[in-house]
Structures are given as structure tokens and as C-alpha cells.
């Protein structure tokens, strides 16, 4: 017998974007909870902790789709669906934390 077991997250259940600065490690977070947090980060184009550059400028593409996706991710979750919207990630749970 084969045994498939497969993970499923509500929208609600993501809380923020981590950046985990690939120069100095220093993390910072993007709320997906509230827009005025949304609309803060990023605040400027540089690792908050080490300020090495991140964007190349305001119009990084890069950049760019971050915010895209912030702004989407907490449109999504605040639309009322005829449906209930869930995300797949691979393998469990157990898996991950393992
Ligand atoms: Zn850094």
C-alpha cells in the first residue's frame, strides 16, 4: 500500500516575507498581516543591518516583484472567494522541521 501525504497552508496562515541578507546574514521582515507594513519595506534599496546593495535602483525588476507580490498576496487573502484557497508545499511538515 502506498501512502501519499500531502501539505496544505491557508493564505492566512503566511504571516511575512523573511530576507535573510546573503552578505552579513542580518534578516528583516515584510508583514503580509498589515498594508501600512507592507508599504514600509522595503524602505530602501540596502541590507538594513550590513547596507550592502540589494537594488539596483527604485525600479530593480527584482524590486519590483517583491511589492508585486506583497500587494497581490494581501489582495488575494482579503477577497472573499467562493472557495476555500490553499497553497501545496512539497513533502510535510515533519520533513521540514526534521
Ligand atoms: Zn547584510
New binding site residues.
Partial sequence: MMVEVKTFVDLADFIALRFT??????EVSASLLSESKLLSFPEGL???????QWFEGPNDKRRDAIMVFLDRFTQLRSLKMPFDLQLEVSGTLAEKSA
Fill in positions: 541578507c546573503r552578505n552579513c546574514g542580518g540596502s541590507c538594513p543591518h550590513c547596507h550592502k
